[in-house]
């Protein structure tokens, strides 16, 4: 099972626990879904709350309404719309009225902490991350 998730990127499962290998960039990358619609995500515990495009936002029906919040990026103060997913999963782990932030300045989705501080525990073993729901 470990080297299928090294190889193909794909996480472990045993019920308890999901452990997802670091890519070759260096980083844990998780495939989630908002509302169904399947995306990957890079897991940043830097970010406070999860972050989605614009065309994952509108692939997942994500109504954002006119709340906006501004936030401080890596890359400078951006202005984000908020939205709430009905639905939020990274495997069998589910969360409902999810709040995310939906980045017109970055195509890239991340996993923040709002969701990684929702688990029992979280923490990197080596080249793996540790999820426990």
């Given amino acids: 099972s470990r080297l299928k998730s090294e190889a193909f990127g794909s ?29 990957p995500f890079l897991v940043d515990s830097g970010a406070s709350i ?3 495009s614009p065309a ?3 692939a997942a029906g994500l109504s954002t309404g006119m709340r906006v919040a ?7 103060a951006v202005q984000m719309a908020v939205g709430t997913a009905d639905q939020f999963n990274v495997g069998r782990i589910a969360r409902t ?15 923040g902490m709002n969701f990684l501080s929702s688990l029992s525990s979280w923490r990197v073993e080596g080249n793996m991350l540790v999820l426990r729901p």
């Fill in 50 to 52: 999860t972050t989605i």
């Fill in 11 to 39: 996480p472990i499962d045993n019920g308890e626990e999901m452990r997802i290998a670091m890519r070759e960039d260096g980083h844990f990358w998780v495939e989630a879904s908002v509302n169904g619609h399947v995306a």
């Fill in 70 to 76: 501004n936030v401080e990026t890596a890359n400078g």
């Fill in 97 to 111: 009225d999810f709040t995310m932030f939906v980045n017109k300045a970055d195509g890239t989705n991340v996993l």
């Fill in 56 to 58: 994952v936002a509108a």
